[in-house]
């Protein structure tokens, strides 16, 4: 069974950090482009940041610049390092892996529906 855990989620006053990591099991994703998608009530599941098989990262213009995205092959994890946390962060926050595609090691996706493997999402609420 194929398995994406988000862990890491909580709450934070705005201004500060969490650190949100997601933890595969029953595949190893080493070739997989994987990445983080967000979702607040009342809207579309949103993409965050996504990175490559070969470590290249991508990111939503909401957050470039404060949220970093990384990725431990050998852990079978990706984590996201989220910075200056704002009010409009809050949302639950999914893990998704793309699958074997035969991507290019710079291969990023943006899109939910290029990947095939989700976690159940993790809360994160930063108040103002």
């Known amino acids: 069974q194929v398995q994406l855990v988000e862990s890491g989620g909580g709450l934070m006053q705005a201004g500060g950090s969490l650190r949100l990591s997601c933890a595969a099991s029953?595949?190893?994703?080493?070739?997989?482009?994987m990445g983080w998608f967000r979702q607040a009530p009342g809207k579309e599941r949103e993409f965050v940041a996504a990175i490559s098989w070969g470590g290249y990262a991508a990111y939503a213009d909401s957050v470039k610049g404060r949220f970093t995205i990384s990725r431990d092959n050998a852990k079978n994890t990706i984590d996201l390092q989220m910075n200056s946390l704002k009010p409009e962060d809050t949302a639950v926050y999914y893990c998704?892996?793309?699958?074997?595609?035969?991507?290019?090691?710079?291969?990023?996706?943006?899109?939910?529906?290029?990947?095939?493997?989700w976690g159940q999402g993790t809360q994160v609420t930063v108040s103002s």
């Open positions: 998704a892996a793309a699958g074997r595609r035969g991507t290019a090691v710079a291969a990023v996706f943006r899109n939910r529906n290029e990947y095939d493997y």
């Open positions: 029953g595949r190893t994703f080493s070739r997989d482009a």
